[in-house]
């Protein structure tokens, strides 16, 4: 099944309509390289800055207790609920496409990065 994709629903930083195509481009490229063991369509958690303003992708958790993927921006004041929207794995990565060299990332581990253009970094959470 081929899934609609709306170009609205990419969020305001994507630019440009050929960057928009370009990210159509690459979302047909990751889903037929899906490598997640989650669908596509699974509900995480993120930052809506990440998801509405377009902020990169700091901090990704894979929580042990219920497997939930949180991803989280650099900002350095606390979170709360309020910063918080449920999307699809699959927006998430068409946000950030390195976030498939997470999918193999195991339950309670976060990985992290420095800057976006940084390699991530793995480890397991302390309980």
């Known amino acids: 099944m081929v899934e609609k994709i709306n170009l609205s629903t990419f969020g305001r930083s994507l630019g440009s309509k050929t960057e928009k195509i370009q990210k159509l ?29 377009g902020d990169w992708i700091a901090y990704v ?9 949180q991803f989280h921006t650099n900002q350095s004041e606390p979170v709360s609920e309020e910063d918080a929207v449920m999307v699809s794995l699959r927006s998430i990565v068409v946000l950030d496409p390195t976030i498939m060299e997470l999918a193999d990332l195991p339950l309670g581990w976060h990985a992290w990065r420095d800057s976006k253009a940084s390699v991530w970094q793995r480890g397991k959470m302390s309980v």
């Open 25 to 53: 481009r690459l979302v047909i490229m990751t889903i037929g390289d899906w490598q997640f063991s989650d669908p596509l369509n699974v509900a995480v958690i993120a930052n809506q800055k990440i998801v509405l303003s």
């Open 61 to 69: 958790s894979h929580d042990s207790d219920d497997g939930a993927w």
